[in-house]
């Protein structure tokens, strides 16, 4: 069956980045893309980005351009999301999620979520 | 403030039907498919909808979407109280890449 399971919680200072992490089982990993989506305690969904697994290209939010790298070590089925200088507003639970492997479509298959919190 | 726009709250007596409308632009759902997710408190949404009015396997076919020009309905007969979630909306944009709405959160009373 498909799975997607992410690292742990983690806390961060202001300023700082988190690396997490996204290991997927029970399909082709290179036959799929990999989205991020994040959600503020008590708001919506936030699409962050995709990162396709056949060739690596991405797409980024305009909102995370720069701050935001989406990696693939497709040896292990795993996806990496780095999210640099975080503020305040960057605690959340994200969300790695099996995307389409050309461009991003639909959200098949969903991690189990990360909560970061920022703070000092 | 999302780009699709979707009432925050809707409710409905078990037994009753109830729709989520989810409007947006040309950019977006007159141009692109449109994908609902199912979120329970406190776990990750799950896919409800995908392109336009595809269900995932699992899915009952109380739930359907219509779409028109720029907006979709997502559609729910027979309410249960296992259908008491948020629903949130979700298209392509052409400038924005992914989309998604603000999301309702349905009561079943």
């Known amino acids: 069956q498909v799975q997607l399971v992410q690292s742990g919680a983690e806390v961060k200072k202001p300023g700082a980045s988190v690396t997490v992490s996204c290991k997927t089982s029970?399909?082709?990993?290179?036959?799929?893309?990999i989205s991020w989506v994040r959600q503020a305690p008590g708001q919506g969904l936030e699409w962050m980005g995709w990162i396709s697994g056949y060739n690596g290209n991405s797409d980024y939010a305009q909102k995370f351009q720069g701050s935001v790298t989406m990696t693939l070590d497709t040896s292990t089925s795993t996806a990496f999301m780095e999210v640099r200088s975080l503020r305040s507003d960057d605690t959340a639970v994200y969300y790695c999620?099996?995307?389409?492997?050309?461009?991003?479509?639909?959200?098949?298959?969903w991690g189990q979520g990360t909560l970061v919190t920022v703070s000092s | 403030q999302s780009v699709l726009t979707q009432p925050p709250s809707v409710s409905a007596a078990p037994g009753h039907n109830v729709t989520i409308s989810c409007s947006g632009s040309?950019?977006?759902?007159?141009?692109?498919?449109v994908s609902w997710y199912q979120q329970f408190p406190g776990t990750a949404p799950r896919l409800l909808i995908y392109d336009n009015n595809k269900r995932p396997s699992g899915i009952p076919d109380r739930f359907s979407v219509s779409k028109s020009d720029t907006s979709a309905t997502l559609a729910i007969t027979g309410l249960q109280t296992g259908d008491e979630a948020d629903y949130y909306c979700e298209a392509r944009d052409n400038s924005l890449s992914v989309v998604f709405g603000g999301g309702t959160k349905l009561t079943v009373l």
């Open positions: 040309s950019s977006n759902i007159g141009n692109s498919y």
């Open positions: 029970g399909y082709s990993f290179t036959d799929y893309g």
């Open positions: 999620t099996r995307d389409e492997v050309y461009v991003p479509g639909y959200f098949d298959y």
